[in-house]
């Protein structure tokens, strides 16, 4: 336990920790619990690591192992840390169509990364998603929460600017 | 509120007609911003701010903002709709916060439809 | 920050631009500093407002005033006026025209008036997130009547007389399915939706969840009543945050009304339920999968039976409905299940809703009848596709589904039409596609997702979408193989049987569909390693370069251009084009149909700056190749064709001659195109190069004529037939014999010979012509007829966008005063004395669609009017007129008197010794084709001698190296393509003179630097 707690305490502060333990306390016996747990501790730390899973698993009961074959089941769960911008582009179909994947290679050159990366500096982490549902905007490039619609190639240096 | 009865439903139905027509002093003016995530993410809310930043400024208590969800046609977001008293919904289109403020002061003070931004008029058919 | 007292927002779109709106900025920005308002006043260009017939437009903030037509010698008065004295400048103001009349109505605009609101009945009209806006719209009256007047069996009955199917995409009864679950036993049940939309392109479910969430909320209520569930689940993805909230507003209010919980309207039902989050699995969206996630495990899904309805989530029996059917539900209640079947088809009963994007003009949600018709949704509904592209297919059911490609527009879209054509309904995700959709790339796309998407549980799913997705990618990087598209369609049936989910069972389904319909573009990847549609980038360096048929360096010579250097410019542009002065000026560039630049704002003038290269450099100089083959090869027709195959040979080293029966060379180039189009001495510049090199051309010799066919036969080895397609086309009309009755080409022909005659009166059409046709032949006959003078009439039984002809030529045609008479079509023609006096028509109206996609016009009865003319241009397509061939030679000509070409060849005949190409092959076609025909039978006839002697192929000598800059502009800016100036419409009204004058330098360089440079690796 307490080495465990040692691999947490490299990543996460205390107070991170007992807020993990709320959130697994807060649903302990519910049934089905392991994926709401998994969603309000990734919103609360920003990603799960194995330690983390560990202590989920110790929490709820669960084998590591399900908890670990859960995590990496989902597209939503990460367990690697991520850039202070998150920048996703919508690779759904009307996107697509509509140039998304001429959209792509520029923000990867922009960038310097590939799909599921973290700049080295840790201020973007570019990602793929699967429509967005905003296909009236084809194509959209999301950074954090501001959609960026009927974006075009040559004025994608201009918008990753304006993040810093 | 507490728990309703099945007839209460028709109650509820009266009350929100009641409230929600337009009469001269009270509710002259109804804009409905639509607000689905397609107009969310082209700009409605800064319309809506705009709508009620406009209000407050001209003092007006004659005019209520309200929300909606999308309209359909997401390629033309955001959009909004302004009913006035006795004459037939104008559905603006395109809208931003310039164009908010010239609806606003243009059409929903003064009466004059502002044309080039607008996409009809009237309301769709429901069967 | 900065604070400005007033915005000033000038409209930058490409029609402001055009009108002026950069000198008018210019002005400004000069009259602001001028004036010290810099700091107060900002300046601000804004995209295109769409009122360009009125530009340049700006608006003037915060006081909203909008100022049409501006110049720039009105700025210095309208600065002092309204921004120093504050008052609004009068006579620039925009004159509002009678305000209501203008303004359509819902039901007059078409994207609204062909819906039929059921599901989305209260979009835009209620505040979702207050329940009293919904039960004023008769919500929960469905769910009112079913708690208190029915017994479970009879809901269930009028579900299943309703003939609702599922609308998550399998369109399984609804009723059905409730009636198994209602039959299970067991105390405890779940009543799940489905919110799960995860399906790329398909927002139906979000948009029904955030504008009307009760609706989904009556509609579960409504179903446990029916199955006997106390307890439920929506199962929304994570990516739909504004949805979740409003469910869980709406869920928050219900509750305390007590239409969810305990005792629902006091009836001593119960029922509640909660929203579960999704994290993002595709496969989710299958019913057990879902249920599996639920439960907090990985979610695969799991063998059926048992059924979902029998063991289900936790194994107690339970219903999986999607959003849009939960949400018929309660007005299915309310109105009975015979309102509800009054609408649709025979098995596809009520409306169904639509994620209608991509490329159409409309993009957004649609409710429509089961059974409207392809066409409807993607023309009327959807407003056709932006920017004048041809519409090509929609993909229906997203990865799951096909693709209903333009021959089906007239396809009634249900359920059983839709299978039966190869795809499926799905959710309602319908995306449209235009002619730069490239089907191999879509099928890749989807396999993509798939295989991405496999949860990995049964092996034909995980391994099979990996193998298809590896052939699939192999064919789109030019890696493809013979027996690859059997191989395809082979794993795919496999799949499809023994996938355990509708995930895996679907998969196949992208591939499939996109063989049945585009197996050409396949093949064409496969074999020619070309992408037709110039999407699939490992096959090419830049799409221009590609689309072009004799693939002309295209961002070389832009680049050369840029760096000045013409002459260099002009040897790259020989390299591939025998004829570049000519192609710069009437070339229909389908280079620049695929031109990247078009995303940001307009392709590049690719073809007007070959021209500026052409008028601009000294001509490289050609020396005459020594005959050093003993092979003889004859040339018929010169052509673009047959000039292109002699150049050729005769570069190899062979004796070449060129039989042309008119007094020049050219062929449609000499004679159908008119010389204020292309000026003769640029078309015999380019012809002299070529008999300089040692071509014979012998003029006045009709084979079959002036010397028969045997004769040439047995004097040359090879014969290249390239005679051209220069036989109007009849229409098959009463009094088309008569005198003054021409065909178009005939026409164009004698006036091109003639035109002294012509031109002097000598010959003469009359005062009133009509020219019958819209394809460019017409064109031309017309404004040749304006120039000697006529009233001239366009009768063409289509719409504007319908015509063949290259939009600018229409927009040249109407300067010049020709008027243009649509949906209208000739009946026939009236005269005297055997001279034709008039010509009666049919109105015409627009019916079905034809394969090409365009509106097939059908005759309106009664509608017959007669317009008095001198002259009637019949101007309706070509043939070739291949008489000159005799019956018993073995070349074998097809039923629309084309040559025919042998199996697998793209120049050989049925009669090994002769070539054919061009027109005479393919039918009247463009300029460009004809040189890429050419260069292909150069090469043949010459590989076939090779090979009958044994000889390696033919080694092209080396190239002069020429190193291309490359310079690129770093901050591109948005630009419109540059305009080609004209003469005016009355100084070119009675000549011949070439109406486009030319790029000068500064305008080349300056457009040339607009090119992106696609071909560059950096």
Not at chain 1, 80 to 105: F, S
Not at chain 3, 9 to 21: D, K, Q, V
Not at chain 3, 209 to 227: C, K, N, S, T, Y
Request: aromatic share 6%; hydrophobic share 40%.
């Amino acid at each position: 336990m307490k080495a465990e707690n040692d691999d947490l305490l490299k990543e996460f502060t205390p107070e991170q920790i007992a807020e993990l333990d709320g959130i697994i306390e807060r649903h302990k016996g519910e049934p089905g619990a392991l994926i709401p747990v998994l969603e309000e501790a990734q919103m609360a730390l920003g990603y799960l690591p194995v330690p983390v899973q560990k202590r989920i698993a110790g929490g709820l009961n669960l084998p590591l192992s399900r908890v670990y074959g859960v995590v990496t089941f989902y597209s939503f769960f990460t367990m690697t840390p991520r850039g202070k911008h998150i920048c996703r582009i919508c690779l759904g179909t009307a996107c697509y169509v509509r140039g998304g994947k001429k959209i792509a290679e520029t923000l990867e050159k922009e960038l310097g990364i590939k799909e599921g990366e973290t700049t080295p500096d840790r201020m973007f982490t570019y990602e793929s998603v699967r429509c967005l549902g905003a296909c009236g905007l084809a194509p959209v490039v999301v950074v954090n929460e501001d959609v960026h619609g009927r974006v075009k190639a040559a004025k994608i240096k201009e918008m990753l600017s304006e993040y810093n | 509120m507490a728990k309703i009865k099945i007839e209460d439903l028709k109650k509820i139905k009266d009350k929100v007609k009641a409230e929600t027509s337009l009469r001269a002093g009270e509710r002259r003016v109804k804009v409905t911003v639509h607000m689905g995530t397609c107009g969310i993410a082209s700009g409605a809310r800064e319309v809506l701010d705009t709508l009620i930043s406009e209000i407050e400024e001209a003092g007006v208590t004659d005019v209520v903002a309200t929300t909606s969800g999308c309209m359909g046609l997401c390629s033309r977001e955001p959009e909004i709709t302004v009913e006035i008293m006795e004459q037939e919904p104008i559905i603006y289109e395109y809208m931003d916060t310039n164009k908010m403020r010239q609806v606003f002061r243009r059409h929903i003070l003064k009466g004059e439809v502002q044309t080039p931004f607008v996409l009809a008029k009237g309301a769709e058919r429901t069967k | 920050m900065k604070v400005f007292r007033s915005h000033l927002l000038l409209c930058g779109g490409t029609g402001c631009h055009a009108t002026g709106s950069l000198k008018v900025k210019k002005a400004l920005l000069a009259e602001l500093d001028k004036r010290g308002l810099s700091d107060e006043i900002k300046v601000v260009e804004t995209g295109c407002n769409g009122f360009c017939a009125m530009g340049p437009i700006m608006v003037v903030y915060p006081d909203g005033i909008v100022y049409m037509l501006i110049k720039p010698e009105d700025i210095p008065e309208l600065v002092e006026e309204h921004l120093i004295k504050g008052r609004p400048l009068e006579r620039l103001l925009y004159k509002e025209p009678v305000t209501e009349e203008v303004i359509p109505t819902m039901q007059e605009i078409p994207f609204f008036a062909h819906q039929e609101l059921r599901v989305l009945r209260n979009r835009g009209l209620i505040d979702p997130e207050k329940i009293d806006e919904y039960i004023a719209r008769d919500g929960y009256a469905g769910m009112a009547k079913a708690l208190t007047e029915m017994t479970p069996e009879e809901i269930v009955k009028t579900v299943l007389d309703s003939g609702l199917r599922g609308r998550g995409g399998a369109g399984f009864p609804a009723g059905l399915k409730w009636q198994f679950a209602a039959r299970s036993k067991g105390d405890v049940k779940y009543v799940l939706c489905n919110a799960d939309e995860g399906d790329p392109g398909a927002f139906m479910d979000r948009s029904v969840l955030e504008a009307d969430p009760h609706a989904v909320l009556e509609g579960m209520v409504i179903a446990a009543r029916a199955i006997g569930s106390h307890y439920g689940y929506i199962y929304c993805r994570a990516e739909y945050p504004l949805a979740i909230q409003r469910l869980n507003i709406a869920i928050d209010q219900a509750k305390e009304y007590g239409l969810l919980g305990e005792n629902i309207l006091d009836t001593g039902f119960d029922f509640d339920l909660e929203v579960y989050q999704g994290a993002g699995a595709f496969v989710c969206g299958e019913e057990t999968a879902l249920m599996t996630s639920i439960e907090g495990k990985r979610g695969m899904p799991r063998p059926r039976p048992p059924f979902p309805a029998i063991s289900g989530l936790w194994q107690k029996p339970s219903i999986l409905n999607n959003v849009e059917t939960l949400a018929n539900i309660g007005q299915i209640i309310l109105n009975g299940s015979e309102w509800y079947a009054g609408i649709g088809t025979e098995r596809s009963k009520g409306t169904k809703v639509f994620a209608l994007t991509g490329d159409v003009n409309n993009v957004g949600l649609v409710e429509v009848p089961m059974g409207t018709t392809l066409g409807t949704i993607v023309y009327d509904i959807g407003g056709g596709i932006p920017k004048g592209k041809k519409f090509k297919a929609v993909q229906l059911g997203g990865p799951s589904g096909g693709m209903l490609p333009v021959q089906h527009l007239n396809a009634g879209v249900d359920y059983e039409t839709v299978a039966e054509l190869g795809a499926i309904m799905g959710s309602g995700g319908m995306i449209a596609m235009n002619e730069d959709m490239c089907p191999v790339d879509m099928a890749r796309f989807f396999m993509d997702f798939c295989q991405d998407e496999s949860c990995g549980k049964c092996t034909p799913c995980r391994e099979g979408t990996k193998r298809m997705l590896e052939i699939l990618t192999n064919i789109c990087e030019g890696r493809g193989q013979e027996g690859d598209l059997d191989l395809l369609e082979e794993m795919a049936d496999t799949i499809k049987d023994s996938a355990l989910c509708g995930l895996g069972q679907t998969a196949p389904n992208p591939v499939l569909s996109t063989i049945r319909y585009f197996r050409d573009e396949y093949e064409a990847h496969i074999k020619d390693k070309r992408c037709p549609a110039a999407v699939c980038t490992a096959l090419f360096k830049s799409p221009c370069q590609h689309t072009c048929p004799v693939e002309m360096d295209i961002p070389s010579y832009i680049a050369l251009v840029q760096a000045e250097r013409f002459e260099d410019a002009y040897k790259i542009l020989l390299r591939t084009n025998p004829f570049p002065a000519v192609c710069g000026r009437v070339c229909d560039h389908k280079c620049q149909s695929k031109c990247r630049r078009e995303t940001l704002d307009e392709p590049i003038a690719i073809k007007f700056l070959k021209r500026f290269i052409t008028d601009n450099a000294s001509r490289p100089g050609v020396d005459a190749v020594p005959v050093t083959r003993k092979e003889k090869i004859a040339v018929i027709g010169a052509g673009p064709a047959g000039l292109t195959a002699a150049r050729d040979l005769a570069s190899r080293g062979y004796k070449v001659v060129v039989f042309e029966e008119l007094p020049e060379a050219g062929g449609m180039l000499r004679y159908g195109i008119p010389a204020y189009r292309l000026p003769r001495n640029i078309l015999a510049g380019e012809i002299d190069d070529i008999s300089a090199l040692g071509v014979e051309i012998r003029c006045n010799t009709r084979v079959g004529r002036n010397v028969s066919f045997e004769t040439v036969n047995e004097e040359f080895d090879y014969i290249y037939l390239a005679s051209g397609a220069h036989k109007s086309q009849k229409m098959g009309v009463e009094g088309e014999d008569m005198d003054g009755v021409f065909g178009g080409v005939e026409f164009l022909r004698d006036f091109n010979i003639n035109e002294d005659a012509w031109l002097s009166g000598e010959k003469t059409l009359g005062s009133r012509v009509a020219v019958i046709g819209g394809g460019n032949s017409a064109i031309d006959a017309a404004r040749c007829a304006v120039r000697l003078g006529a009233d001239v009439t366009i009768l063409y039984r289509r719409l504007r966008q319908d015509m063949p002809a290259a939009e600018e030529e229409i927009q040249a045609a109407e300067h010049e005063g020709i008027k243009i008479e649509y949906l209208v079509a000739p009946t026939n023609i009236t005269g005297e004395n055997g001279k034709v006096s008039g010509i009666t028509c049919q109105r015409m109206e627009l019916g079905d669609f034809d394969r090409s996609g365009r509106k097939r016009p059908v005759a309106i009865e009664g509608s017959e009017f007669t317009l008095s003319v001198d002259a009637v241009i019949a101007a309706i397509g070509q043939t070739p007129d291949v008489s000159f061939v005799p019956e018993d030679s073995g070349v074998s000509i097809n039923k629309w008197s084309c040559f025919d070409l042998a199996d697998g060849s793209k120049s050989q005949t049925t009669d090994a010794g002769f070539f054919a190409g061009g027109d005479a092959v393919t039918g009247p076609d463009t300029v460009i084709e004809a040189i890429a025909a050419g260069h292909q039978a150069a090469q043949d006839i010459d590989q076939t001698i090779r090979d009958k002697n044994g000889e390696p192929p033919y080694e092209a000598p080396p190239e002069e190296e020429i190193d291309i800059p490359l310079m690129i502009e770093e901050e591109t800016e948005e630009r419109p393509q540059a305009r080609m100036p004209e003469l005016d419409a009355l100084s070119r009204k009675n000549n011949l003179t070439e109406v486009e004058l030319g790029f000068s330098k500064e305008e080349a360089i300056k457009e040339a630097i607009r090119c992106l440079r696609c071909d560059a690796e950096i």
